[in-house]
């Protein structure tokens, strides 16, 4: 479990993350959605002690993340933040080869090789594991940041917008995958999403956010609510139910609506 007491952040005093009270059970895709500058990826940052908290405790599974080691911590949680600054004549396999340090410490072993490979294969990347960064595409790319955190082999896995730069199909095949590494591997997933159709079809759990604070936690029945998602967004979203998912349909107010005959 991963949770939250009274853990805030401040930029100023007229801007604040918190404090945010927050339990996100062991198990499973937790999806935190909520407009830009929510929140979101600074939630998700902190558990991930990639920033620090100007109060409050943030613990993972029993660990207090701001005063466990750092080398510990690592073997705990893994997190994959939206801009990843990799040297680009690395190959998809060194790259995901990364995610082995906190074992490995940079002296890779036949156990890591397996791990890696195992991870590489999971996001369907094998065939590509001898290519340089810069030579696939941006979708590749950040699927091979995917894989080298699940390379990490942590039990809680942390994304923020893993589907940056990916279209349709590759997000949905993403979000397939993360399904799978929840169900099958059994790892707890933490995702901040935008899309919150994305968020209705592959989540168990749902963390809204709006200016800093924590709106509303439920399932996904529970937060695609018509007026629960207008509580969050400030905008109108139809929702309706489809092949067993609660799903948004929404549009900028005022704007023309073109139906085809």
């Given at each position: 479990m991963i949770n939250l007491t009274r853990v805030r952040r401040d930029y100023s005093s007229e801007v604040r993350i918190g404090p945010v009270d927050l339990q996100i059970p062991e198990g499973g895709i937790t999806s935190l959605?909520?407009?830009?500058?929510?929140?979101?990826?600074?939630?998700?940052?902190?558990i991930g002690r990639l920033q620090g908290l100007d109060d409050g405790v943030i613990e993972v599974a029993g660990y207090d993340v701001s005063r466990t080691k750092s080398h510990d911590l690592a073997k705990i949680l893994s997190i994959l933040r939206q801009e990843n600054h990799f040297i680009t004549r690395l190959t998809i396999r060194q790259l995901v080869g990364f995610g082995r340090f906190p074992y490995s410490r940079g002296r890779i072993t036949k156990a890591d090789e397996e791990?890696?490979?195992?991870?590489?294969d999971f996001l369907d990347l094998g065939d590509l594991e001898d290519r340089y960064l810069d030579e696939v595409?941006?979708?590749q790319r950040q699927r091979a940041y995917v894989a080298m955190v699940l390379a990490q082999d942590t039990d809680y896995v942390l994304l923020d917008e893993p589907l940056n730069n990916l279209d349709m199909k590759h997000a949905a095949h993403t979000m397939e995958l993360l399904r799978r590494a929840a169900d099958t591997l059994g790892k707890t997933v933490v995702v901040v999403l935008h899309d919150i159709n994305f968020a209705s079809a592959y989540s168990d759990h749902i963390v809204a956010m709006r200016d800093?604070?924590?709106?509303?936690?439920?399932?996904?029945?529970?937060?695609?609510?018509?007026?629960?998602?207008?509580?969050?967004?400030?905008?109108?979203i139809i929702v309706q139910d489809m092949h067993g998912m609660r799903l948004g349909v929404f549009w900028t107010p005022g704007a023309p609506v073109r139906v085809q005959s």
């Open positions: 959605i909520g407009p830009n500058g929510a929140g979101k990826s600074t939630l998700l940052t902190m791990i890696i490979s195992r991870s590489l595409s941006g979708g800093g604070e924590v709106v509303a936690v439920g399932s996904p029945q529970e937060i695609m609510q018509r007026e629960m998602l207008r509580r969050v967004f400030d905008m109108d």
